[in-house]
Each structure stands twice: as structure tokens, then as C-alpha cells.
Antibody, heavy 113, light 112 residues
């Protein structure tokens, strides 16, 4: 069964870049069966889709974040990554990686000096 | 963006009783391939969301058959035939037809 696990710093300073990695196990990230995405959830709030990358390499970003987001895939490591630049306190959230079916457990990223 | 509106936002239910959550979209969720990409997720306290239903009415693996999804176009429903204690949590509808993917606000199910 496919499993996803987020990793990265839990604390990021304002104006810096948030970087997270999702490691996929139990299957290949190159599979055409799935897309790979990032979603976030501010504390006590709802879900916001950040963006997705497809097996073809095509990426789709939420227009509300598009200018600051980059999602990429490293097939050699079976990982995909999220970079969010110029972060502010409003970017504090639990960040989830997911594919079409499964989600990771999530990682809390706090933006604070 | 497609706005997904859920109701109710809070749902107190007695154990063993049925529950129903409505999800309405601001535009049709029928995609050009004929599919309707409307999913339902369950988020138990302290856990990540888990997909229950995909493409309106299809169960994900391991999902109890007391959960069912229905609807079409812009109007969708998640029903639980008999609520159990493990069903406590927040339920979200999600549309994947139009970019960006959007979620409903969430419906918090609690036991009376």
C-alpha cells in the first residue's frame, strides 16, 4: 500500500522559503495512475490545495499562491517537494502531501522569527 | 474558483442514528470526460484526512458500507446509515473537476 511521509523544518522565519519533501514508499512516483499534491490546513481551519504535479511533469498551482510556489519531483529518490517563498505568519499550517488516494500524516510548519 | 458549500457545519447525532451532509458547488462538477470528480474525506481528531468516497459514489478500500455518496451536477450528499463512535470527526467534500481543487468548509460530526 502506498505511503507518504512529509519531512522538513518545523520553523521558518518570515520572508524565508519553506521547503518540504514527501517520500513515497510502496509504489513508484513515476506511476501514471496518480497525481502528487500538497495541501495545507491552518490550525483549527479548513483545507487549501496548494498545487499538484502529474506523472507527465505538468504542474498546477493554486492561483492564490502561484507566484510563490514550486513543486518538483525527484524520481531517483521517489520523492516530490514543495517550496513556498516569502512566507509570512499566514503560511503557518499543517502541510500534507497526497496523491489521488492517500495522504501523509502532515507536518506542522510555523512561521515565526 | 469553484465554491463548495457544506451544510450543516455542525452535526450532533445519536449513536445508531443516520446522518446526512450536503455539499453544493457553485458550478457543475461534470468534467469533459463525463466523470464527476466529487470526493468525500473524513478527518478524525488528530489525524490526516482520509478519502471515503470518490467520483460521487464509489467507496475507497476499507470504507464501511454504512457510508454512501450520491448526487449529480452541483448537489451532492454523504450519508451515514447508522452512526458509530468512530465516525466522530470533520467531513469535507472536495471537487477535482475544476482547477484549483477546492474543499467545502467541513462538517463537524459529534455524538449527542
Amino acid at each position: 500500500q502506498l505511503q507518504l511521509q512529509e519531512s522538513g523544518p518545523g520553523l521558518v522565519k518570515p520572508s524565508e522559503t519553506l521547503s518540504l519533501t514527501c517520500t513515497v514508499s510502496g509504489g513508484s512516483i513515476s506511476s501514471s495512475s496518480y497525481y502528487w499534491g500538497w495541501i495545507r490546513q491552518p490550525p483549527g481551519k479548513g483545507l487549501e490545495w496548494i498545487g499538484s504535479i502529474y506523472y507527465s511533469g505538468s504542474t498546477y498551482y493554486n492561483p492564490s499562491l502561484k507566484s510563490r510556489v514550486t513543486i518538483s519531483v525527484d524520481t531517483s529518490k521517489n520523492q516530490f517537494s514543495l517550496k513556498l517563498s516569502s512566507v509570512t505568519a499566514a503560511d503557518t499550517a499543517v502541510y500534507y502531501c497526497a496523491n489521488s488516494i492517500s495522504w501523509g500524516q502532515g507536518t506542522l510548519v510555523t512561521v515565526s522569527s | 474558483d469553484v465554491v463548495m458549500t457544506q451544510s450543516p457545519l455542525s452535526l450532533p447525532v445519536t449513536l445508531g442514528q443516520p446522518a446526512s451532509i450536503s455539499c453544493r458547488s457553485s458550478q457543475s462538477l461534470v468534467y469533459s470526460d463525463g466523470n464527476t470528480y466529487l470526493n468525500w474525506f473524513q478527518q478524525r481528531p488528530g489525524q490526516s484526512p482520509r478519502r471515503l468516497i470518490y467520483k460521487v459514489s464509489n467507496w475507497d478500500s476499507g470504507v464501511p458500507d454504512r457510508f454512501s455518496g450520491s448526487g449529480s451536477g452541483t448537489d451532492f450528499t454523504l450519508k451515514i446509515s447508522r452512526v458509530e463512535a468512530e465516525d466522530v470527526g470533520v467531513y469535507y467534500c472536495m471537487q477535482g473537476t475544476h482547477w484549483p481543487i477546492t474543499f467545502g468548509q467541513g462538517t463537524r460530526l459529534e455524538i449527542k
